[in-house]
């Protein structure tokens, strides 16, 4: 059974950053993508970023490209979002979720889903 917990959420200003993190335990990612999406009060669940196990590969929503990194460390399971020049509209619940296939933006095509975790950017 995969599991996927997010830590790092938390309230900031607008312009600072944050970083989260998704440990993964229950099996071996190399063939998974894993992804982040969030979802904001009275919105539906939107992608923001996502990222191939195996080989790294990163892709971003336009909403966040160049403000948002996605990575992961194989050794620790674990997968991060490093979110700088954070504006209020980044305010949401953020999920990580994982597939065992290729890079997809739709929130049904996620297999497995984290517990989430609040971000807040205050202006």
Known sequence: QVQLVESGG?????????RLSCAASGRTFSSYVTAW??????KEREFVAAIRWS??????????KGR??????NAKNTMYLQMNSLKPEDTAVYYCAAHNNLIRVASGNYDYWGQGTQVTVSS
């Not at 999406?37 to 009275?42: C, E, I, K, L, V």
């Not at 948002?68 to 460390?73: A, L, N, V």
């Open 10 to 18: 938390g309230l900031v200003q607008a312009g600072g950053s944050l």
């Open 68 to 73: 948002f990194t996605i990575s992961r460390d």
């Open 37 to 42: 999406f969030r979802q904001a009060p009275g």
């Open 55 to 64: 080989i790294g590969a990163p892709f971003y929503a336009d909403s966040v």
